[in-house]
């Protein structure tokens, strides 16, 4: 199984400052026949389903705002929100997509304002 | 507009069966894989199983396998998962989610999902 892990745990930033979150695989997820990074980031607010933020590590799903940012490849991946608003308060999830069905998560990192 | 809607939230007791659905609209259900993901109170997400509708193709964790079932009525356009015997440690929210349509078939991330539905085990 290919584990992945997220850190920080949790992470407390000021309105208008940069997010960073890190996400590492136990294998690498970058699929030879195609050159592509397997790897997937979430966002889930309390009470809702998880929403789709980027994909291939770094390909931003339609209406997310552009402060949000993937980059990485192998085994080590990040995400970034440049500029942090209020309603970007949630907890993350990365996703690798390599090993289907068995598309796992990391652990997930909530993010605070402080 | 793609959505999923979800049946409601279930109460049961142990040893008790239950099926819960996922209706889908707004997209070509057949040609979508669609499945579902559990979260544990308070914890993360865990993939459970998938299903292609066209071909009832269906693909379970290891760690769920024998434990639950899925399947797919094409002309309901509805994704189900069932138990025949529950347990506590069945309780969570269940989120049905249907996979991004790329050529990468199975492996792909997954796009739209629904509201969820919470499942609880107790005697």
């Known amino acids: 199984d290919i584990v992945m892990t997220q850190s920080p745990n949790s992470l407390a930033v000021s309105l208008g400052e940069r997010a960073t979150i890190n996400c590492k695989s136990s294998?690498?997820?970058?699929?030879?026949?195609?050159?592509?990074?397997?790897l997937a980031w979430y966002q889930q607010k309390p009470g809702q389903p998880p929403k789709l933020l980027i994909y291939?590590?770094?390909t931003r799903e339609s209406g997310v705002p552009d402060r949000f940012s993937g980059s990485g490849s192998g085994t080590d991946f990040t995400l970034t929100i440049s500029s942090l608003q209020a309603e970007d308060v949630a907890v993350y999830y990365c996703q690798q997509y390599y090993s289907a069905p068995m598309n796992t998560f990391g652990q997930g990192t909530k993010l605070e304002i402080k | 507009e793609v959505q999923l809607v979800q049946s409601r939230g279930e109460i049961k007791k142990p040893g008790d069966s239950l099926k819960i659905s996922c209706k889908a609209s707004?997209?070509?259900?057949?040609?979508?894989?669609i499945g579902w993901v559990r979260q544990m109170p308070g914890k993360g997400l865990e993939w459970v199983a998938v299903?292609?509708?066209?071909?009832?193709?269906?693909r379970v964790t290891p760690s769920f396998q024998g434990q639950v079932t899925i399947s797919a009525d094409e002309s309901l356009t509805t994704a189900y998962l069932q138990w025949s015997t529950l347990k506590a440690s069945d309780s969570g929210i269940y989120y049905c989610?249907?996979?991004?349509?790329?050529?990468?078939?199975?492996?792909?991330?997954?796009?739209?999902w629904g509201q969820g539905t919470m499942v609880t085990v107790s005697s």
């Open positions: 989610a249907k996979l991004r349509t790329l050529p990468t078939g199975i492996s792909a991330p997954a796009d739209v």
């Open positions: 294998q690498s997820l970058l699929h030879y026949s195609n050159n592509y990074n397997y």
């Open positions: 299903i292609y509708p066209r071909d009832s193709n269906i």
């Open positions: 707004g997209y070509t259900f057949s040609n979508s894989w």
């Open positions: 291939w590590a770094s």
